[in-house]
C-alpha cells in the first residue's frame, strides 16, 4: 500500500508557506493527491491545529475515511473520524 508523508518535503513546504499560508501546508497537498477510498492521518495534540483541520475538512469532501490522533478534546475530534485514539 502507497503512503506518502506530507511533512517531509522541504520544497512544497517552502513553496506553500510561502505562496499561501502555512495552514493550506495539508489542504494542498490532500487536494492534489487525495483520492477517494484512501486513507488520511490527521495528527494534532490540540486537536484544533489549524491545518490539520483544514486538510481532514478537504480529505472528507474528496470521499477520504480519516483517522485521527488528538488530546481529548477539540475540532479534530469533531470531525467525525473512523478511528480515534486519544
Known amino acids: ?4 508523508a506530507l511533512t517531509t518535503d522541504t520544497s512544497i513546504i ?3 508557506g510561502n505562496d499561501y ?3 493550506d501546508l495539508f ?3 490532500i487536494q492534489a493527491l487525495g483520492e477517494k477510498g484512501d486513507i488520511a492521518l490527521g495528527i494534532s495534540t490540540s486537536g484544533n491545529s ?3 483541520i483544514k486538510a481532514v ?3 472528507q469532501q474528496i470521499g477520504l475515511s480519516i483517522v485521527g490522533f488528538s488530546g481529548s478534546k ?4 469533531e470531525r467525525k473520524p473512523l478511528f480515534k485514539f486519544s
Not at 500500500?1 to 506518502?4: F, G, S, W
Open 14 to 16: 517552502t513553496s506553500i
Open 74 to 77: 477539540g475540532k479534530l475530534k
Open 57 to 59: 475538512r478537504k480529505a
Open 27 to 29: 489542504f494542498k497537498q
Open 21 to 23: 499560508s502555512f495552514e
Open 1 to 4: 500500500m502507497p503512503a506518502i
Open 50 to 52: 489549524p491545518n490539520v
